[in-house]
């Protein structure tokens, strides 16, 4: 089967890392500064669980890990997190499932899988046997479903011994909850404050409690703070956000729905902006609730800004199809755009936003450039951010 | 096989009928290539807001020069054909699966291969590996020569391209024509503007039927007109064939019907080209006699069209493996 190596990509993928020397390996995982010389501790720490650094793969957008592992080494990532995967093998939608937008696409594929089981016996495997963190998305129908999925990665979770942080763990599980629900007319779990609830809640009382569930929200709802909050409250250790968007394209030459399924769900650096204000709302209202963040995400900057809103991890996803080896290039460019600003630590970041606006009638008054006491100030000077600001290099 | 992410110049952008040949150059481009693999090009530079690359079938290739067919009717595609000689663009390659060459080539004992290779893929792609290769009942004629004591008589070969699905055609024509194998075109298109390869072909195969819709060019009628009786006249036992799923259809229904085995490079769009994203699926028949809707990137682009339920192309059909419950 093919091999994808990456050529060029090399030399911006561990930009600045003139030794060769990746950016990995060091035990307490921290990592070289290219462009700064500066070193970044890049851990992060998920409801107990703690990461060598916060940069993953989003669900429905690498498989399992295995083709992208032809690109870059998997392991290298916090976790990759698999496909969401439902109770039984499922064939998915009809084609076209897909449509490219501007700065994105809509995606309609049905959530075609193996089924839970041969997750476990194949993939799930691979990745332990690679030394690669697993995050696990699981998917349902009913709030049985959940219950019956986790059911089976819990006993997957005992009988393998893997859990909490350990390479080739399963470090957390994702509960996608933005499948319609087929007891109730079809609708979303993730749209409902109950029915979300309900999910988290059975899938909680499935798994060994070491494992932390992550609720993954959806931002077509009117308040995504309550949905985040029934999550919780039903057990969820934290939340990621966001999912797709629902979109539309229309062919205008066939003057038909571009995708079979008629609708799909938006991706890409076109959502960014949702994602940031998701979880500002979410990181502003449970500030104590890690948030993994994703929506948009292409270079290490715009996972900084995710960051900023409040996310403790982040999630590279629809920019895997542009470029494969994207998870590992922010990853690199992260850690740059972390000492540039001044940053020790990785977590030092997370919500920093918040602790510059005071109110939104107070304007968004800009840290002090001059003054050397605090993070953020510490490397701006004239050819600092502004030279780095979206530049895939 | 191995591809890569590669930084490759465009040495040149020729009209070619409706079309563009595209010629792109870099060193060890094609140095891994086997004809009928892709090619997946990013477009619109860096700051761009078309975020899918855009896959094309290899027309030719040596170590360091690769050579695409485009049409240029999308945006993306536009930009490309619009590209200046010497810019650079970003493009993995080879990609897929490449068209089995008859007894001896390395690609056929694919068929026989039972298990997925360690570093690849994932259960779908491991055992599309040898849903790829399953041998089609009644013929196996050439699966089944002896790689030790190959036929000094090679069978004929028919290739069929429809529209700029030639493109591939040609360098596996070569490859054909580098072991012995009498090599018979067949190209059809709505017009004549919109063939491809009419004089390449006319200048080193055992012959070229041209066939066009509306008679512009060759005889009038579809590349399946011309088949049959290609087939019977040279008693051809591999038909390979690249074009519109209608086409592939009708190819595979009379090579079948002939028991002679055909090779057919899909067209399906792709998001990603590497097998991560599931938007290329089609349902296709594994060895277990199941159908699973199968990607035509990483288990294709080219299938044992006997294999393929074209007429289910675009659908999942019920007896599909996790058919039901559609919804999410």
């Known amino acids: 089967m093919t091999e994808i190596r990456s050529g060029h990509g090399a030399d911006h993928r561990r930009r600045g890392d003139a030794n060769g020397r990746r950016p990995t390996g060091h035990p307490e995982h921290t990592y070289d500064s290219g462009s700064s010389g500066a070193v970044v501790d890049m851990t992060t720490s998920l409801a107990g669980v703690e990461l060598p650094n916060p940069v993953m793969t989003a669900s429905g957008c690498a498989a399992a890990g295995r083709e992208l592992d032809q690109v870059f080494p998997v392991d290298e990532l916090g976790a990759v997190v698999t496909k969401s995967i439902m109770l039984a093998p499922r064939a998915g939608r009809a084609t076209p499932r897909m449509a490219e937008t501007p700065s994105g696409m809509l995606n309609s594929i049905g959530l075609q899988g193996q089924g839970i089981d041969q997750l476990c016996a194949s993939d799930l495997r691979w990745l332990r046997d690679r030394g690669a963190r697993a995050v696990v998305s699981i998917a349902g129908g009913s709030v049985e479903e959940y219950a019956k999925i986790a059911g089976r990665l819990g006993d997957e979770i005992s009988r393998s011994g893997t859990e909490g942080a350990k390479d080739g763990a399963i470090a957390l599980v994702e509960v996608n909850i933005s499948c319609p629900n087929v007891e109730d007319r079809g609708q979303v779990f993730a749209c409902d404050p109950v029915a979300a609830g309900a999910v988290v809640e059975a899938v909680r009382a499935e798994l060994p409690g070491r494992v932390p569930v992550f609720a993954k929200l959806s931002p077509d709802v009117t308040d995504v703070v309550s949905i985040g909050r029934a999550c919780v409250a039903a057990g969820a250790d934290g939340l990621s956000a966001i999912n797709t968007l629902l979109g539309m394209v229309i062919d205008v030459d066939s003057m038909r729905p571009a995708l079979a399924g008629l609708t799909g769900g938006l991706s890409g650096p076109a959502i960014r902006p949702v994602a940031v204000r998701c979880i500002w709302q979410l990181h502003a209202a449970l500030p104590d609730v890690p948030i993994i963040g994703v929506g948009g995400i292409k270079t290490g900057l715009d996972a900084l800004e995710l960051v900023l809103a409040g996310a403790s991890a982040v999630q590279v996803g629809t920019t895997i199809f542009h470029d494969p080896g994207a998870p590992i290039r922010v990853l690199a460019e992260l850690t740059d755009a972390l000492a540039a600003r001044g940053f020790a630590r990785f977590t030092d970041c997370v919500g920093h936003a918040h602790h510059i606006v005071r109110s939104p009638h107070e304007g968004h008054p800009h840290p002090d450039l001059s003054d050397e006491g605090g993070p953020h100030a510490s490397r701006f000077g004239p050819n600092g951010p502004s030279t780095q600001r979206g530049e895939p290099t | ?328």
Not at chain 2, 35 to 40: H, I, K, L, T
Not at chain 2, 132 to 161: E, F, H, I, K, N
Request: glycine residues 12%.
């Open chain 2, 1 to 328: 096989m191995t591809a890569r992410q590669m930084a490759a110049a465009v040495a040149g952008i020729e009209r070619a009928g409706a079309y563009y040949l595209f010629t792109l150059t870099e060193p060890g481009l094609g140095a891994d290539f086997r004809p009928g693999q892709f090619a997946a090009v990013a477009v619109g530079g860096e700051q761009t807001s078309m975020l899918l690359r855009r896959c094309f079938s290899i027309h030719r290739a040596d170590s360091d020069v690769m050579q695409l067919v485009i049409a240029g009717h999308g945006k993306g595609t536009r930009w490309l054909v619009r590209q200046a000689v010497g810019a650079v663009l970003d493009v993995v390659t080879p990609l897929g699966r490449p068209f089995p060459l008859p007894a001896i080539d390395p690609a056929l004992p694919a068929h026989a291969r039972a298990a997925p290779t360690p570093a690849t893929g994932s259960a779908v792609g491991g055992s599309a590996a040898a849903a790829l290769g399953a041998p089609p009942p009644a013929t196996g004629s050439a699966a089944g020569r002896s790689a030790a004591a190959p036929d000094p008589v090679r069978s004929a070969c028919v290739l069929v391209g429809g529209g700029y699905g030639s493109a591939p055609l040609f360098a596996l024509s070569d490859r054909l024509q580098a072991r012995g194998h009498p090599v018979h075109f067949v190209l059809g298109a709505a017009t004549k503007d919109r063939l491809f390869g009419v004089d390449q072909a006319k200048a080193f195969a055992a012959s070229v039927t041209v066939m066009t819709d509306d008679g512009s060019a060759g005889r009038q009628g579809l590349v399946s007109d011309a088949l049959p009786g290609l087939l019977t006249a040279n008693a051809a036992e591999t038909v390979y064939a690249c074009g519109p799923m209608g086409m592939l259809y009708a190819v595979t229904e009379i090579a079948t019907a002939a028991g002679v085995r055909a090779y057919c490079a899909v067209e399906e769009s792709m998001a990603c080209g590497i097998g991560v994203c599931m938007t290329c699926v089609l349902p296709v028949v594994w060895p277990d006699g199941r159908t699973r809707m199968t990607r035509s990137c990483t288990d294709g682009p080219v299938f044992d069209g006997s294999l393929v339920r074209w007429s289910d192309v675009g659908t999942v059909p019920a007896d599909c493996v996790g058919a039901m419950g559609l919804g999410a």
